[in-house]
């Protein structure tokens, strides 16, 4: 089984590549955000902890995690965001190699994960390869304003927080330009997954 991970900055297009190896590659994704959801639910392997780290305040009347009380508690509050950050990081990994082992298992071919810390996370020691997805200032502003509704001023201010463009490239084997049509980028990804790159 080969497993990739996705990277890149907000805006670069990781859906769309996302999408593409699972329709024409039969790729099992695993998207790191929707399983950290997935594991602050009750019963899962984040919830307890987080409440006895955080208290009953984080959640709602109905007992579930308050995204946005949890949020303007750890984003105001660098220690209390590292305290999470320690929580949830963790699980999801140890869920990601969980589903890697049941997939390989399963003969999968590909599998693919696609997160926003990848790099900072050491996902290069548990994936075989790092994909970077790159795409122009000007295409991602566009994109996140399109898309999203993002002001450039947002955009910006997401960004700033990230790698930079020589950061991901430095740390991924792979760099797919997703500037322009969905054409030229299906031929990149083409042209690793059959080896002619």
Known sequence: MRSIGITGGVGAGKSTVLSYLEKEYHAYLVVADELAKELEQPGHACYDELVKAFGTEILTAEGLLDKKAFAALIFSDESALQRANGIIHPAVKADILRQMQEQNDAGTEIFVVEA???????????????????????????????????????????????????????CCRYIIDNSGGSWETQAQIDAILKGTR
């Open 116 to 170: 926003a810390l990848l790099i900072e996370e050491n996902y290069d020691k548990i994936l075989d390869e790092l994909w970077y997805i790159y795409a122009e200032e000007s295409v991602r502003m566009k994109r996140l304003a399109d898309s999203r509704g993002y002001t450039e001023e947002k955009s910006r201010s997401i960004m700033r927080q990230q790698k930079t463009d020589a950061e991901f490239r430095s």
